[in-house]
């Protein structure tokens, strides 16, 4: 399992490399366009590739097979390769995207950063580079979850109790009483998720229309509603980001979560102590799957 | 899993796996034929159907065509939302204190190519000016980086936060006159000079194509400025001064002081 | 506050080293420019009788609403304020103004005006960028001003503000923020000022200039060596359209280049002027100049040789006497001119100073070894050789020059001979220690205004169509377009509220009649308001004869209210702006009041009490033909040669002091400040007494 996430990493370095060297060499073709050393936009040029991106996630998903969580050898099997790729894809592109975002600015509220034509093309094109893994990584994503039906895993269900539950936790963090028995996501990721879920969309469909922009002459007022929702849109998913980076890998307590993001397994004690809930769901199970190879690789890897 | 949810899954799953290989075909098949059937694909772009003409020799400074760009277009006067920028330096000397730096509606225009969303557009609605949609527009300033000239034609309005540039007034709310290349301009309309006019030729792609003289067929002799294309006199402008000049002496002298 | 104002007055004080700032709305009941700027210095000087050069002085430069905007005169143009330096016996609170750019910098920047006060501890120049505003040093171990001419001083600042060898927009704050592809606004003084010149004057862009009053020595004595400001932003017009319409409605009664018409006999050519040293006799070629957004085009034009840019009519007068006084033709104007502006002298004390001093010399008491002990080489006046060594001794107070940099009144004074060369007219100062100008003998409202006020009023509208036009048509053998009877109608119609053709009566009687103190009041409270609070320029409006409109009716009464209500907003009439002129009016003689002004000090010299001769230096040595109403008809007479009666002219005072509801010391009275709303003024003057 490692090896392989080793692989997806070095796969997207690869991929974040040959954009590079396209745009670097599309730079000498766009100078003599007279437009002062600037790169072509492959926003432009290689718009195919986010049209792409989306079928190439659903066809992949066609052929992901997806594992349920089991315990192996004091160790929970919580993120399959599937999981490990879809959540990496769409990481790196998120934090592509927001940082090339941040670099670009938001009209009339976030000053740009970069300045000059080359390196505001610099900066479009690892948007571009952020855009194709994010929509892989979200169309990858949905794939998988609207055929393995795990939408409901995460989707808040009993709001008030949730927030009694949230409210506990920190509590408990704060130390003051015990960390209440929560299941495979916490109570706080239950309520959050629709953030990320309608963001993602949001995001999704305002920034596949801003590609289409460029092919097609899309309405003055539609595009400045469209732009205006992307970059609110862009300001609450990179909060959301930050909250997200920081519960699941800035705090020590969180470092098991983030090495199973590479791993796949997370410490059956960890799961113990924090996940009372789902340890509970887990144990009660009888579950080896002896047909799962996957699994077993999965696990002598680690 | 039962039978029942298997077979659900299935076809769930045919139904995403044959989404995405479709257009997976789609897209690649499109990309491939397009590159086959559109091997020379150029970008067509139609030429402007106007072009402001100065005469940085005739202008006066007195910068009326900035305020007036930038009140029709803005409701408000200013001089850095003014599309035609007057740079002068009153201790250059004379011709060279004065530059009238005027879009020049390029045939290929870099800011339009610049532009990213499309917001810097030919705009085929009104006689092809190169112009921005504001609604458009991400504040990249990619086009105001990319005009080649300086200071760049294109320019950011600071306060409405967004690129602009010259659509020879094809878009003012703030005049009750007809604007864009069918129109008038109100840099014309208000210059006491003259010395901005306007075309429907596409002028000669040098400075001197666009910076013309302005003089000859005006007032501008008998107000005793020069008419030489280089901004000097001409000689028979010199010639026919100095003889005034010597026949009022000699009048003067023959007169009675009183 | 919008509608034309950027909605906040700048206050330095550069004692403190700290500025503040003041709402314009606070003040707006004073419409703007001057009154605005009489309004801030009342409320800032609190003790109004401290000397030009007391670090307690307030310097207000103002703009009113149209400046910055389409309005075709006056959109260039500044009020400056303060105590001046010049005026004699007593420093009166004073104004000048001058045209160009700064005041469209200034407002795009987003203030209204500035107020200067305190001194700096060494010399300092103001840099505004939009609302930033730097206090900088200006000496030579800082930006290296202090020193400069004033051409080289507002060189440097362009470079200090926006770099060496700028092409591009210079972005001023952070990515997004605001740009200008332009130089800065800059207004200074020269070494005349760095060195205390009561005659030293403001230049702005080498030629533009406040000269009376010595603001530039009052920027010296404050340790200012200039203010620099760069507007990136905007000015919301309330009504565009309606400002468009009017622009355009006004271009058509302006001279249009495609289709010349024959400018009226001495009427001001409506066209770009000369450079001081150009044209096509001498192929030094120029372009005419205008102030910002004018259509008149009569600032001074830029040639060839880069001398005296912006420099005209009497900016030129200095350098012109060489030619027709010194008998140099030779000598250059443009040359002098620049001389002139670049040290920072006023033109127009120069061009008096210079016959007196030459009368002096001629007469043996003044020279080498003389009563008046003097080196400079007076057998080569006019030559550019003295004209350097002169100007210079004026600017650096070397030899003679020490004295006159008091000005020549306070010259005079100290040298014994005020009271005999002021009797005879060899010393042609009209009142309050400036030169005579357009002549109190003759034309009236120009002289009384005068003696009334405290400056040379320098405010050309009667002097252009019955002055200029009336005697020019005569000696060019020309036809008048009208009879005198239709030319005092038609002007007449537009005195409003008065509408009294009898105001234009310059006959013997008719200057000290009831009707010419209507005319001096009307024409106080119209250029108070209109032409310097408004601030159309003076030589803009009021526009009487035209020849571009129908029966040569001119622009007024009309234009005046039409672009000032398209920029606010407003709906004020014309006389709505004469009821706020009589108010500013009243409220600068209160300010006069507390400075210590007394009947007696409402005065013209002695020589116009005693002459009748023309050749004083200024008089323009033509006839001075005038609208006179004699043996029941109107006619144009040349009213030249006659000189003024103590008599009559006390009794003018005392019939206009009741007019204006001012007390018999000409002082107003509670009633009538109350009646403008300026209580709290009249509470001031009791609280001193005054009334």
């Not at chain 2, 044959?18 to 098949?29: E, F």
């Not at chain 3, 009166?92 to 305190?118: C, E, H, M, P, Y």
């Not at chain 3, 310097?532 to 622009?555: E, F, H, R, V």
Request: charged share 20%.
């Amino acid at each position: 399992m490692g090896r392989r996430s080793i692989v997806a990493v070095l796969l997207s370095l690869a991929v974040a490399a040959g954009v590079l060297l396209a745009l670097k060499s599309a730079s000498a073709a766009t100078a003599a366009l007279g437009i002062r050393g600037a790169p072509r936009l492959l926003f432009d040029s290689a718009a195919w590739a986010v049209w792409l991106a989306p079928f190439a996630a659903l066809f992949a998903s066609g052929f992901t097979r997806r594992q349920e969580p089991r315990i192996i050898d004091r160790q929970v099997l919580r993120h399959d390769d599937a999981a490990i790729l879809q959540h990496w894809a769409h990481a790196a592109g998120t934090l592509i995207l927001v940082g090339s975002g941040i670099a670009l600015g938001i009209r009339g509220f976030l000053p740009r950063l970069v300045a000059g034509t080359y390196a505001d093309g610099v900066a479009f094109n690892i948007h571009f580079l952020g855009a194709v893994l994010f929509v892989f990584g979200s169309f990858y994503y949905a794939g998988n979850t609207l055929m393995s039906g795990r939408l409901s895993e995460h989707l808040p269900h009993d709001v008030g109790s949730s927030l009694r539950v949230v409210a506990a936790h920190y509590s408990a963090v704060l130390g003051k009483g015990k960390f209440p028995a929560e299941g495979k996501y916490f109570a706080s990721e239950h309520l959050t998720y629709p953030i990320a879920a309608v963001g993602s969309t949001l995001i999704l469909l305002t920034g596949l229309i801003k590609v289409a922009a460029h092919g097609a002459n899309i309405p003055g007022g539609l595009m400045g509603a469209v732009t205006l929702t992307h970059d609110i849109t862009a300001v609450v998913l990179g909060l959301y980001l930050v909250a997200h980076a920081v519960a699941g890998a800035l705090v020590p307590w969180s470092w098991p979560l983030l090495r199973s993001m590479l791993t796949g397994l997370v410490p059956l004690d960890y799961v113990r102590e924090h996940h009372a809930g789902w340890y509970r769901e887990l144990t009660s199970q009888t579950r080896p799957e002896p047909d799962d190879e996957a699994a077993k690789h999965a696990a002598t890897a680690s | 899993m039962t039978e029942e949810t298997k077979k659900k899954d299935y076809t769930r799953r045919e139904f995403v796996t044959g989404v995405g290989g479709l257009g997976l075909g789609a897209v690649l098949g499109g990309l491939v034929g397009s590159s086959f059937l559109l091997p020379d694909k150029v970008l067509a772009i139609p030429a402007s159907q106007g072009y402001l003409l100065v005469d940085t020799k005739k202008c006066v400074g007195c910068d009326s065509c900035m305020l007036a760009c930038s009140l029709v277009h803005h409701g408000s006067t200013s001089f850095s939302n003014s599309r035609i920028q007057i740079v002068q330096n009153p201790f250059v000397t004379f011709p060279n204190d004065i530059e009238q730096n005027q879009c020049r509606q390029c045939p290929y225009p870099a800011c339009v190519d610049a532009c990213p969303t499309g917001a810097n557009h030919v705009d085929t609605a009104h006689g092809n000016v190169r112009t921005v949609d504001p609604a458009k527009c991400i504040g990249c300033e990619r086009c105001v980086n990319a005009c080649p000239f300086t200071p760049s034609r294109a320019l950011w309005n600071s306060q409405e936060k967004h690129a602009q540039k010259c659509d020879l007034c094809a878009e003012t709310p703030y005049w009750n006159e007809k604007g864009g290349p069918g129109g008038k301009q109100a840099c014309i309309e208000s210059c006491p000079m003259k010395a901005i006019s306007f075309t429907k030729e596409v002028p000669v792609q040098k400075d001197a194509g666009y910076d013309v003289n302005l003089r000859k067929t005006d007032g501008t002799a008998e107000l005793g400025l020069p008419l030489g294309d280089d901004g000097k006199y001409t000689k028979s402008q010199v010639d026919a001064a100095r003889a005034a000049a010597a026949a009022m002496a000699a009048a003067s002298k023959a007169a009675p002081k009183h | 506050m919008a509608n034309g104002y950027a909605g906040k007055i700048l206050v330095v004080d550069l004692t403190k080293r700290a500025t503040s700032t003041l709402k314009t709305e606070d003040y707006k009941d004073f419409g703007g420019g001057h009154g605005i700027g009489s309004a801030v210095f009342f409320d800032l000087c609190k003790d109004k009788t401290v000397k030009a050069f007391d670090p307690a002085n307030v310097v207000t430069i103002m703009t009113g609403p149209i400046q910055a905007t389409m309005a075709p005169y006056g959109s260039g143009r500044a009020e400056v304020q303060g105590i001046g330096a010049q005026g004699y016996p007593i420093e009166w609170f004073t104004r000048s103004n001058f045209g160009g750019r700064f005041a469209g910098q200034l407002k795009f920047a987003g203030w209204d005006g500035i107020a200067v006060t305190g001194k700096a501890d060494k010399p300092v120049w103001i840099d505004i960028r939009d609302g930033n505003v730097a206090i900088r040093d200006a000496s030579a171990s800082g930006d290296g001003l202090w020193g400069l001419d004033t051409v080289e001083a507002e060189k440097r600042i362009y470079e200090l503000v926006r770099g060496k060898d700028p092409v591009d927009w210079t972005i001023y704050g952070g990515r997004d923020s605001g740009r200008s592809a332009l130089n800065p606004g800059v207004v200074g003084c020269g070494p005349a000022g760095e060195n205390l010149g009561r005659v030293a004057s403001l230049i702005h862009e080498g030629g533009g200039g406040a000269g009376q009053g010595g603001f530039g020595g009052v920027f010296g004595s404050k340790n200012l060596k200039a203010i620099s400001v760069i507007g990136t932003g905007g000015l919301d017009i309330a009504d565009p359209k309606a400002m468009m319409d009017a622009r355009k409605w006004a271009q058509e009664a302006i001279w249009d280049i495609r289709e010349l018409k024959p400018n009226l006999p001495g009427m001001w050519d409506m066209r770009p002027a000369a450079a001081a040293d150009g044209g096509a006799v001498r192929d030094i070629a120029y372009r005419g100049n205008g102030c910002l957004a004018c259509t008149k085009l009569c600032h001074g034009g830029r040639s060839s040789t880069g001398l005296a840019p912006g420099s005209h009519c009497f900016d030129t007068w200095y350098s012109a006497q060489s030619a027709g006084k010194w008998g140099h033709p030779e000598v250059d104007a443009g040359a002098a001119a620049d001389r002139l502006q670049r040290l920072g002298i006023n033109a127009w004390e120069g061009s008096v100073a210079l016959p007196w001093l030459v009368s002096l010399y001629k007469k043996g008491i003044l020279g080498p070894g003389k009563q008046i002990d003097s080196q400079l080489p007076f057998d080569q006046v006019g030559t550019d050789a003295f004209n350097k060594v002169y100007l210079e001794a004026v600017a650096y107070r070397k030899d003679i020059g020490a004295d006159l940099a008091e000005g020549v009144a306070r010259a005079a004074e100290k040298w014994g001979r005020y009271e005999e060369d002021t009797t005879s007219g060899t010393l042609a100062l009209c009142a309050h220690g400036y030169a005579h100008h357009y002549d109190a003998r003759t034309e009236s409202e120009w002289g009384f205004g005068t003696a009334l006020g405290e400056r040379d009023i320098n405010e050309h509208d009667i002097t252009w169509v019955l002055y200029w036009y009336t005697s020019f048509v005569p000696l060019m053998g020309a036809k008048h377009v009208k009879t005198a009877k239709e030319m005092v109608e038609m002007i007449g119609s537009t005195l409003l509220p008065y509408k009294d053709p009898m105001m234009l009566d310059f006959s013997d009687e008719g200057i000290y009649s009831d009707a010419m103190v209507k005319l001096v009041s009307w024409h106080r409270a119209y250029t108070r308001f209109w032409k310097q609070s408004a601030m159309y320029c003076d030589w803009g409006i009021a526009d009487w004869l035209n020849p571009y409109t129908k029966d040569y009716k001119g622009l007024t009464p009309e234009i005046e209210p039409k672009f000032y209500n398209a920029v606010t907003g407003q709906h004020i009439s014309f006389e709505d702006g004469m009821s706020m002129g009589t108010k500013i009016w009243n409220l600068d003689r209160a300010i006069w009041a507390l400075q210590g002004r007394t009947r007696d000090l409402d005065k013209l010299d002695e020589w116009q009490f005693r002459t009748g001769a023309p050749a004083a230096h200024s008089t323009y040595e033509i006839p001075y033909v005038m609208t006179v109403f004699e043996n029941g008809e109107w006619k144009y007479k040349n009213v030249w040669g006659r000189h003024l009666d103590h008599a009559k002219f006390e009794d003018f005072k005392t019939r206009y002091y009741k007019f204006e509801g001012w007390n018999e010391k000409g002082i107003p009275t509670r009633a009538t400040l109350e009646k403008h709303g300026l209580a709290k003024v009249a509470d001031e003057l009791a609280a001193a007494k005054k009334i």
